[in-house]
């Protein structure tokens, strides 16, 4: 399983912005899928997750600001992040967990500034 996440770039505080992460491989339905991110001289934090039956969680600081998605038949998770924050400055990355096993991907780079 090889995951990779795009959509990031450099967007204004308050301007929406979508990620993708796209699964390649045998990746089943059942994986519980996952959002973290990792900011400059900062460890990596939990963003969101959401279940193989669609059950969506979030950290509080993006909670009611961002929500994640699945496409499972394009194997296709998305983070739409709305009214972003300079805060929300990171590299943001997407994991895959099949039983007992985690799949990470490489990041993309999300700058909030003005």
């Known amino acids: 399983v090889q995951l990779q996440a795009s959509g990031g770039g450099l967007v204004q505080p308050g301007e929406s912005l979508r990620l993708s992460c796209a699964a390649s491989?045998?990746?089943?339905?059942?994986?519980?899928m996952a959002w973290y991110r990792q900011a400059p001289g900062k460890t990596r934090e939990w963003v969101a997750r959401?279940?193989?039956?669609?059950?969506?969680s979030y950290s509080d600081s993006v909670k009611g600001r961002f929500s994640i998605s699945r496409d499972i038949a394009k194997k296709t998770v998305y983070l739409q992040m709305n009214s972003p924050k300079p805060e929300d400055t990171a590299v943001y990355s997407c994991?895959?967990?099949?039983?007992?096993?985690?799949?990470w991907g490489r990041g993309t780079q999300v700058t909030v500034s003005s």
């Open positions: 994991a895959a967990y099949v039983g007992g096993t985690s799949f």
């Open positions: 491989g045998s990746i089943p339905s059942s994986a519980l």
């Open positions: 959401i279940t193989p039956g669609g059950t969506t």
